[in-house]
């Protein structure tokens, strides 16, 4: 009897010596993605976790949820705000619902390479849209990358605008994405990424468009023939980290994962344009068929987008603050 009592004493002492220690002050950062888990953001948030774990010497661990386990993108920016999620790295598709100036990135045929969307993004412009978040309980830790959308469809060969007529496409939830598709008269269908493998398989739609990437690990050449490279929108991503948990971290450990995701924003760039130079390959080889249109005649269909009001008021249009109501 006395030995249990002994060994129960010995088991407290010890709990409280290690109460101090990493083991149990250990914080827990959830991070959500949309995507497969060989997705581009998940490498690239795989990549982040390690470097923050390395450096607080385990004291903060990154879990990576892919494939929207933990609901759509909007669903996980929402929890952000709620503080039900910490962290997430999402489209910006969705982000125009949260502060209406990042519709200034989705616009179509923005930006004409990748150099120049760094430049903005990294820059001025970038920094003071990302500067709005706080104001929305979300904080920016680095824009990432989704990368350059190219339109898959199960129908015909796209090589001109006109044979857009009437696809039933997929478009994240946005009215910018709406609005292009309208534009080259199509007939879009806003829907969360996570139900739009089953929404082709079943020809709900007959056509979405994405990055490479997003293609190939989605595995939609399973259920689309035709992919067209016409890199319409430059899509960006951002990882975002609700200021709830933001606000329980310390400088220190603020410093660390700021540092951190600016380095995994770089590898995934990296990984991303990669993935641009040989994917268009691989979904060929998967049997699809690839078109290169001339984008030209794509860019001139969509410039209406530019001046739609509802566009222009919510990018600010010489009211910077319109979009914050
Ligand atoms: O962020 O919704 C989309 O099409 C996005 O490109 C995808 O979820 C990756």
């Known amino acids: ?51 923050v774990a390395d450096r607080t010497g385990g004291d903060i661990e990154v879990q990576v949820f892919p494939a929207s386990q933990l609901g759509s993108e909007r669903d996980m920016v929402e929890g952000l705000q709620l503080g039900t999620l910490e962290m997430t790295l999402t489209s910006t598709g969705p982000m125009g619902n949260f502060v209406p100036q990042v519709k200034l990135f ?5 930006f004409k390479d990748r150099e120049s969307c760094y430049r903005v993004l990294d820059g001025e412009i970038g920094t003071q849209i990302a500067d709005r978040f706080p104001a929305v309980g979300i904080r920016s830790l680095g824009w990432f990358e989704n990368g350059f959308r190219n339109i898959t469809n199960s129908k015909r060969p796209i090589n ?4 857009m007529a009437g696809l039933k496409i997929r478009v994240m939830e946005d009215d910018v994405f709406i609005l292009t598709m309208k534009a080259l008269g199509a007939s879009p269908l806003p829907m969360a ?3 739009l493998y089953t929404a082709l398989e079943q020809k709900t739609v007959d056509a979405q468009e994405n990055p490479l990437a997003v293609i190939h690990s989605s595995r939609f050449f399973e259920v689309q ?25 310390s400088p220190e450990q603020q410093k660390i994962l700021t540092e951190a995701a600016a380095e995994a924003r770089d590898y995934e760039r990296q990984i991303s344009l990669k993935a641009d130079q040989e994917l268009e390959a691989a ?3 998967e049997g699809m068929e690839v078109t290169n249109p001339d984008k030209a005649p794509f860019a001139a269909a969509v410039a209406s987008v530019y001046t739609e009001p509802s566009v222009v008021k919510a990018i600010g249009g010489g009211d910077a603050e319109a979009g914050q109501k």
């Open 1 to 51: 009897m006395r030995r249990k009592w002994f060994i129960l004493a010995a088991a407290l002492l010890l709990m409280m010596v290690m109460g101090a220690s990493p083991v149990f002050a250990k914080t827990v950062l959830k991070l959500g993605t949309s995507t497969q888990p060989t997705h581009i953001y998940n490498q690239a948030a795989e990549y982040f976790g390690k470097l």
């Open 106 to 110: 989705n616009l179509p045929f923005l």
């Open 160 to 163: 001109t605008p006109e044979d």
């Open 193 to 195: 990424f996570g139900e």
């Open 225 to 249: 023939k035709h992919l067209a490279m016409t890199g319409h929108f430059y899509s960006p991503a951002v990882l975002l980290i609700s200021d709830i948990a933001w606000k329980t971290l």
């Open 283 to 285: 979904c060929a080889r």
